[in-house]
């Protein structure tokens, strides 16, 4: 089969998998931002400053390992620590600069955000804060040059995974968070958290403005086309019913990332729930957004098969190898948990990945088991 028709038939493998349609093989998706260029011998400090460097590590390392199907992101390496920076509006140390050459970069946490800025975007809008806040975390001029390469080259990167015959899952022109993560990033968790109790009412006030411009985004997103595969990320990272209380949950998480999903979906995007940490005690909320239009992405937290014991087949599931077996058990250990998965969770809706992201410190023979466990028992 040449590379055209391979992707055409992971192409509707995949979109059947993602809205829980039986078929004949589970799809199995790459997630390994900091294993690639580890796995190909590149160096952390030139993976995170070498936009064109960087760009298609991740098709090295899945052209060498082989068995892949698709991937959720392409991207460069170079621009992670700026999207960190966009996502959790914080410092974010590289290796080369601040860290040794080949570590990993690392979020600071840090009260960057002040109290008296709740009232900022309050009255200015939340647009023309983060247009003030992000020199405070971020070099702008980098932050630029990065920015304006990915809207450049972003349409290329995905094309050429698509002559290799892989197909990039999160392929939306828009990508979206709830206001928690922000404001929980930007003020540091243990300040925000106690936000919470102090000033909710303004708390609220400022997220319902953060919200009102992420719903004018999307809206003014073009619709999904049928030659897209249209996934883009909700993510929760410290709002997870783990975390917090369920009357914050209700009260400071859940109604936006309602909100949001019926945005996305009105536009034909399929919403991926990037929802690290425990969501077991949540697992019901689930059941909540419209049937078969969402993904749930865990990290190897949340119970999986609550999940599909709750849940069903309202919704897929994208994972959920966890981390921590990449990086420190066996190949064995690995195979007979991917075996486990696909017996307990079927196979309808299903879509192998690693959960969250398969670590810098991932063992390559526990990569190669993953993805043998996957067309082993993925028929």
């Not at 509707?12 to 190909?40: D, N, W």
Request: a negative charge; aromatic letters at 10%.
């Amino acid at each position: 089969m040449n590379n055209g028709a391979l992707y055409d038939e992971r192409f509707t493998r995949i979109k059947k998998a993602l809205h829980c349609e039986p078929v004949s093989q589970i799809p199995v998706i790459f997630q390994g931002t900091a294993f690639a260029p580890r796995y190909m011998g590149m160096k952390m400090s030139q993976f995170a400053s070498d936009m064109d460097a960087s760009s298609f590590v991740d098709l090295q390392a899945m052209n060498s390992i082989g068995g892949f199907d698709g991937l959720q992101f392409a991207g460069p390496g170079a621009v992670v620590p700026s999207l960190l920076s966009s996502l959790w509006l914080s410092k974010v140390k590289v290796p080369g600069k601040e860290l040794p050459d080949d570590s990993l970069w690392q979020v600071v946490e840090a009260e960057v955000m002040r109290p008296q800025d709740y009232d900022t975007i309050l009255q200015r809008g939340w647009d023309a804060f983060v247009a003030e806040y992000m020199p405070r975390v971020v070099d702008m001029e980098v932050f630029g040059e990065r920015m304006m390469w990915v809207f450049q080259n972003g349409g290329r990167m995905i094309e050429k995974y698509s002559e290799h015959g892989y197909v990039v899952l999160c392929d939306a022109p828009v990508g979206c968070s709830i206001p928690f993560e922000y404001f929980c990033g930007a003020r540091s968790m243990s300040q925000f958290y106690l936000d919470l109790r102090r000033m909710p009412d303004k708390v609220e006030a400022a997220m319902k403005v953060v919200q009102q411009s992420t719903l004018e985004k999307i809206k003014a997103a073009p619709p999904c086309s049928p030659l897209q595969v249209g996934c883009t990320w909700i993510g929760s990272w410290r709002s997870a019913p783990a975390m917090i209380s369920p009357k914050l949950l209700d009260r400071f998480v859940w109604p936006y990332v309602l909100e949001l999903v019926d945005a996305l979906v009105s536009k034909g995007y399929t919403p991926i729930f990037h929802f690290d940490q425990d969501w077991t005690l949540g697992l019901d909320r689930l059941t909540e957004v419209p049937p078969k239009t969402c993904v749930l992405n865990p990290d190897g937290m949340t119970d999986v098969r609550k999940f599909r014991k709750i849940v069903g087949d309202r919704m897929s599931l994208l994972g959920d190898v966890p981390s921590s077996l990449f990086a420190v058990g066996s190949p064995d250990d690995v195979y007979d948990y991917v075996r486990r998965l696909v017996q307990d969770t079927g196979s309808l809706g299903l879509l192998l990945c690693p959960g969250c992201d398969a670590p810098i410190n991932t063992k390559p023979g526990n990569m190669e088991a993953f993805v043998a466990a996957a067309r082993d028992y993925g028929r």
